[in-house]
């Protein structure tokens, strides 16, 4: 099982940015794939971008150009660098770890607020 923490969400004003992390305790980090997922209220929860264990990106259209997601095999981190945030963005983010064999692992979310 691994464990997720994420961090670095807050209130932030439209257009501006965030960085948020996510740290993994886990002996073995780079056979997951990394997810960050959001939920707003009254929404379903939204794959929002993902990291595969060799690196290859892969985003939900929204959010293309404005976010970028990296991951630190020797840290244990993965971050969302969120850029030119809109309200429409507010939501509680999740970092999740998946391996097809292993299972997938969620952390207990971090919000942003975007808004005026």
């Known amino acids: 099982q691994v464990q997720i923490v994420e961090s670095g969400g807050g209130l932030v004003q439209p257009g501006g940015s965030l960085r948020l992390s996510c740290a993994a305790s886990?002996?073995?980090?780079?056979?997951?794939?990394m997810n960050w997922y959001r939920q707003a209220p009254g929404k379903q929860r939204e794959l929002v971008a993902g990291?595969?264990?060799?690196?290859?990106?892969n985003y939900v259209d929204s959010v293309k150009g404005r976010f970028t997601i990296s991951r630190d095999n020797a840290k244990r981190m993965v971050y969302l660098q969120l850029n030119n945030l809109k309200p429409e963005d507010t939501a509680v983010y999740y970092c999740?770890?998946?391996?097809?064999?292993?299972?997938?692992?969620w952390g207990q979310g971090t919000q942003v607020t975007v808004s005026s």
């Open positions: 886990v002996r073995i980090f780079n056979i997951y794939a």
């Open positions: 990291i595969s264990s060799g690196g290859n990106k």
């Open positions: 999740k770890a998946r391996n097809g064999v292993l299972g997938d692992s």
